[in-house]
C-alpha cells in the first residue's frame, strides 16, 4: 500500500523545514533536476534530527516534488509548466515559515522587524531580583483569585506613570490590566463592533490590528495618513462609525504625529457621531529629540480608549498591557475580560509593578534610547550611504523603525523573497496597507533588534539585490 502523505501542525520544525525547502523549490534555488543534499548534510545545516529531514524528503517525494533514485540520491522533479510562487501571495507565509526556523535552529538572520525591542539588552538581573523579592514578600492570600481588572497596586503604578509620562490624568478604576495591547484591543472589538457596524481605521496599519477589527464582520473603512496623521477630511461623509483607530503619538507605520489641530477635529467628529477613539499608543517612549507626546485622551476622557502595553519597553513575553477607559464602558468591559481568562498572572503584575516604583523602567527606558539612538543613526548612515540621494527617509523622530522611500524600486514580495536568501527579512510596507498599489517604493526598517553591524550587513545586501535588477 502506498505511503499517504503525512500531515503536520502548523509551526513545528518538521513543518518549518518542508515549507522552506518547498520554497526553494518554487523560486528555482533547487531547479529541476537538481541533486539535493544527503539527509545527514541537511540535519547539519539546520541543526535538527536526520529523521526529522528523512521525513520531509518522504513527504515531499509522496507530493511530487521529489524523486528517489535507488543508490543515487534525492532530486527535484521537472513537474512542468510555470511554478506557482505562493511565496508572493498569502502574507508571504512561506517566507514567515523560513525565518521561525532559522530562529529555532540559531541560524544568523537579520530582521528588520519594525516596533521590536532589543532583546539581548532586557534587564533580566534587575527583573529577577525585582520577582524575586515579590515571591519572598507576597502574602498568602495573593496566591488566590485576584481582580478581573488586574492588580490594584499594579494599576495605581500605572496611573501615576501615565500622569507623568502623557499627561493623562485617571483613576486605578478606569485601568484594564490586559494580555498585551492585543487583548485589550480584542476586548473592544467585542465590545464595540458586530457584523455590517462600520469602523474607521489609518491606513496603512498594523497588520494583526487590521485582522482582529475584520474577525468581527465589520465594515473597515480605511482612511489615509499624511505627515500630519490621520486625514480626518477624508471620512466619508455617508459613514457613522462605532470606533476610529488610531496612533497619534506615532503612527504605524508611517511615524507621523497627529497634530494639535487634527486631533481636535478628530475629537469633535466623535463627539458629534458618538464614536469611540481607539488611541494606541506602542512606543512613544523612545523620542529621540524633546519630550514624549503627550496622549490624545489627556484632552477628551470620555471618547477616547487608550491602549498601552510593555512589550516593546521591556520585552513582549511579558504579555502585560493595560485599556484606561471611559467610565461608562468599565462594568462591560470588566464582564468581557472575566469571560476571557478570569484574571491576568498576579505575579507578573506585582514585580511589574514594583520594577516601575522603584524607577528600573525609567532608567531601562533612558538606556535604551541612547542604543536605539545609535542604531538609527546607524541605519540612517547605511541607507545614506548605499543609495544617496535615491533614498527619503521619515517617521524616524521616534519608536523603533523608520521610513525609507526608494522611488527609483519596487520593493515586493520578490525582493523580499531574495533577502530572506540570504537570511535577511525586510517589510515592504505593502504588507500593512489596507487598500494596495500606493506605497510599492517604501520599506518599514526596524533597527531595535538589529546590532549596528549587522544594519550594515543588511542594507549591504539590500542595495545589492535591489541594484541587480
Known amino acids: 500500500m502506498p505511503r499517504q502523505p503525512m500531515s503536520h501542525p502548523a509551526g513545528t520544525k518538521t513543518k518549518q523545514v518542508y515549507t522552506l525547502l518547498r520554497e526553494r523549490i518554487f523560486l528555482g534555488t533547487y531547479p529541476a533536476g537538481r541533486r539535493l543534499p544527503s539527509t545527514r548534510d541537511l540535519a547539519s545545516e539546520f541543526g535538527v534530527s536526520r529523521a526529522l529531514i528523512v521525513e520531509v524528503y518522504e513527504q515531499l517525494i509522496a507530493e511530487g516534488y521529489l524523486e528517489g533514485r535507488q543508490g543515487s540520491g534525492t532530486y527535484v522533479v521537472d513537474f512542468g509548466g510555470r511554478r506557482p510562487s505562493p511565496v508572493f501571495q498569502q502574507e508571504n507565509l512561506s517566507l514567515d515559515a523560513a525565518n521561525s526556523i532559522k530562529t529555532t535552529t540559531g541560524f544568523h538572520r537579520i530582521d528588520f522587524r519594525p516596533s521590536f525591542p532589543a532583546l539581548e539588552h532586557i534587564p533580566r538581573k534587575k527583573w529577577k531580583e525585582t520577582a524575586s523579592a515579590v515571591y519572598e514578600t507576597t502574602d498568602a492570600w495573593e496566591y488566590g ?43 473592544l472589538c467585542q465590545l464595540l463592533l458586530k457584523p455590517g457596524a462600520a469602523m474607521v481605521s489609518e491606513d496603512p496599519t498594523a497588520t494583526f490590528i487590521y485582522e482582529m477589527f475584520a474577525s468581527t464582520g465589520a465594515d473597515i473603512v480605511p482612511v489615509p495618513v499624511d505627515d500630519h496623521g490621520l486625514c480626518i477630511d477624508d471620512i466619508p461623509s455617508s459613514v457613522r462609525p462605532k470606533c476610529i483607530f488610531v496612533t497619534p503619538s506615532h503612527q504605524f507605520p508611517f511615524g507621523s504625529i497627529l497634530s494639535i489641530g487634527r486631533r481636535m477635529e478628530l475629537l469633535e467628529y466623535a463627539r458629534q457621531t458618538g464614536c469611540y477613539i481607539i488611541e494606541d499608543d506602542y512606543d512613544s517612549e523612545f523620542r529621540y529629540a524633546g519630550m514624549p507626546v503627550h496622549a490624545l485622551r489627556e484632552l477628551d476622557a470620555e471618547r477616547v480608549i487608550y491602549v498601552g502595553t510593555f512589550s516593546k519597553n521591556l520585552f513582549p513575553a511579558l504579555r502585560i498591557g493595560y485599556l484606561v477607559v471611559p467610565n461608562e464602558l468599565i462594568a462591560p468591559l470588566h464582564r468581557l475580560k472575566r469571560l476571557a481568562d478570569m484574571q491576568s498572572p498576579t505575579l507578573p503584575q506585582l514585580t511589574l509593578a514594583r520594577f516601575i516604583a522603584e524607577h528600573h523602567l525609567e532608567r531601562h527606558i533612558a538606556r535604551m534610547k541612547r542604543i536605539y539612538g545609535k542604531r538609527r543613526n546607524r541605519l540612517i548612515a547605511c541607507l545614506s550611504e548605499a543609495f544617496g540621494s535615491g533614498v527619503r527617509i521619515s517617521g524616524d523622530a521616534a519608536g523603533l523603525h523608520l521610513v525609507a522611500e526608494l522611488n527609483q524600486f519596487k520593493l515586493d514580495s520578490y525582493a523580499a523573497a531574495r533577502l530572506a536568501e540570504r537570511n535577511i527579512t525586510i517589510y515592504p510596507a505593502e504588507k500593512y496597507t489596507i487598500a494596495k498599489g500606493q506605497y510599492e517604493d517604501r520599506l518599514i526598517m526596524g533597527f531595535g533588534n538589529v546590532s549596528e553591524p549587522n544594519i550594515a550587513e543588511g542594507v549591504k545586501a539590500l542595495a545589492e539585490i535591489l541594484q541587480a535588477e
Open 145 to 187: 483569585y485576584d481582580q478581573t481588572e488586574g492588580h490594584l497596586e499594579l494599576r495605581t503604578v500605572i496611573c501615576q506613570l501615565l500622569r507623568n509620562t502623557k499627561g493623562i490624568h485617571c483613576l486605578p478604576s478606569q485601568v484594564i490590566i490586559t494580555a498585551g495591547a492585543t487583548q485589550g484591543i480584542a476586548l
